[in-house]
């Protein structure tokens, strides 16, 4: 049985460096190659990529895991061993479902969907790019259809993303969440909006990255084993345990920019840098979900990033760096004005308070395509008629409005969206845990130091990678499942202070 493990381990491991090196020219293009390099760049990345897959999804690799399953068994079910095999299988299972030849197609649409997408939104034409969203529905219901016995066609879409989740669970989950939110937006948006001109100054781009570098260092992102550098749209990438990227974009007249992307990033990168290097090279060294891996970037950058705390310690630096824009800008002023809420037009750009409310809205629209209730053709007014219902305001046009993010130009239609609610809510969730479990937390990020959340995160969540679902990992660390309790009450404590907030009828705890 040790021979068959490490020849699976040999297989994964080649596996793993195929997809790295996929990821790695996929960084270079979006950050210093140069537009010339796209047409080949597209065809090697597709290369690798179909490399891998046919690695992974052969014949000999289903055998060995067979063959490995009774020594599976035998073993404690969170050891390394056995968490390899299984997870390995559940993987392999899924990617056998979808016929080399379907994924090959749909990647090929995807990449000219979203070619025709970076010419519509400027252009602020649906009609442009319709033909290829009409048949993207099409093929996500096809991929949806390859995995029969959901109980929604959503299912199997959402659970690519959000391992274990159904459409029904992200419903019930969303509409406690609505529920006890709409109440709290629209106190704190009945009253005067927070003054932010202070951010929207001049800001050379060079100090701006200096200070963000200095900041996600002091958080704990290694800069041993990992960089940063510019992109337009910023993320988070890997090509082994030591060599975690994430990337940044800065506006000259908005700090608050390039600043939290920073965190939000080194968030995500924090979490990869800390899984334990015996799980590098395996499908057991990633994120467990895109809810879990987002409440990490959640986590430090509007928990941790956005708190009164952090300030206190974190903005005579700021000061400092920018004595001519700020040094007369008292803290209370900057605390409001980068926790400024409104309800406004694009996802990216929303406060923690309203942001939650773009999500539902998608997630949705979602549903309803692949229900076959909403046509395309429909969704541009679907998509204002929902607006208006949900934030007052009618989108200006579709640029703004149906076409303002990437996912379903270049992606399936389903499954894209629902992990940044869930990250907001598993982020105040996982703080809470480390609070109970270490009050001195608080007082450390007043001085300036993570050490102790840091160790906790790593302790808890990041160290295992993938070993656990998302629920098992939620159960472990929190003793319970999934709750909005903790975010509800840590928006109530935060924005209590600074807005007049309307009284809970019956502040029920749901915590288990
Ligand atoms: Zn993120």
Redesign the pocket.
């Known amino acids: 049985m040790e021979a068959k493990l490490k020849e699976l381990k040999c297989c994964l491991i080649e596996v793993d460096d195929l997809q790295s090196a996929a990821a790695l020219l996929y960084w270079d293009q979006s950050t210093y190659m140069p537009s010339g390099g796209a047409a080949a760049r597209a065809r090697q990345t597709a290369t690798l990529s179909r490399l891998a897959h046919e690695k992974f999804t052969t014949p000999a690799l289903g055998k060995l895991l067979d063959e490995l399953q009774p020594y599976e068994e035998q073993l404690p079910c969170d050891s390394d061993d056995a968490s390899l095999i299984r997870v390995t299988r559940r993987e392999y299972e899924r990617a056998i479902k979808v016929p080399p030849a379907f994924m090959q197609k749909f990647y090929s649409h995807c990449s000219e969907s979203y070619q025709v997408w970076t010419e519509a939104r400027p252009a602020n034409d649906f009609n442009m790019v319709r033909p290829c969203l009409e048949e993207t529905l099409a093929m996500s219901r096809q991929m949806a259809e390859f995995f029969p016995g959901y109980e929604h066609i959503a299912d199997p879409l959402i659970d690519f993303s959000d391992y274990g989740m159904k459409a029904s669970d992200v419903r019930r989950i969303f509409s406690n969440l609505r529920e006890r939110l709409v109440p709290i937006v629209d106190a704190i948006t009945a009253q005067t909006p927070a003054d932010d001109s202070c951010l929207h100054q001049t800001f050379p781009e060079e100090r701006q990255l200096r200070f963000g570098i200095e900041t996600i260092k002091r958080l704990g992102y290694d800069f041993e084993r990992g960089r940063q550098d510019k992109t337009h749209h910023p993320f988070m990438t890997k090509f082994s345990l030591g060599d975690v990227r994430i990337t940044t974009r800065s506006k000259e007249d908005d700090l608050s920019d390039a600043l939290f992307s920073t965190i ?1 990033e080194a968030g ?1 990168g924090m979490y990869e840098q800390g899984i334990r290097m015996e799980l590098d090279g395996t499908p057991l060294a990633n994120g467990t979900s895109s809810g879990v891996h ?1 409440s990490q ?1 959640r986590l430090w950058e509007n928990v941790v990033g956005r708190s009164r705390r952090f300030w206190n310690c974190f903005y005579p630096r700021l000061q400092a760096e920018f004595s001519d824009q700020l040094g007369t800008v008292s803290l209370e002023t900057f605390y409001r004005a980068i926790n400024k809420v409104q309800k406004s037009l694009i996802r990216t750009d929303a406060d923690e308070v309203t942001y939650n409310l773009h999500v539902m809205l998608r997630f949705e629209l979602e549903l309803d395509l692949l229900d076959g209730v909403l046509k395309v053709a429909d969704l541009p007014d679907a998509w204002r008629e929902r607006f208006q219902a949900d934030f007052g305001i009618v989108p200006p046009d579709d640029r703004d409005g149906v076409l303002q993010d990437v996912h379903w130009y270049a992606g399936t239609i389903g499954g894209a969206f629902q992990g940044y609610t869930l990250g907001n809510i598993l982020g105040a969730q996982f703080f809470a845990s480390a609070l109970d479990n270490h009050p001195e937390v608080f007082s450390e990020i007043e001085a300036g130091e993570f050490g102790t959340l840091h160790r906790w995160l790593k302790e808890n969540i990041y160290q295992h990678g993938c070993k656990f679902t998302a629920s098992e990992l939620v159960q472990r660390v929190t003793g319970g499942s999934l709750q909005v309790e903790p975010y509800i009450a840590y928006l109530r404590q935060k924005y209590g202070e600074l807005y007049e907030l309307p009284c809970e009828e019956s502040p029920v705890s749901n915590l288990d």
């Open positions: 939000h995500h987002e970037s």
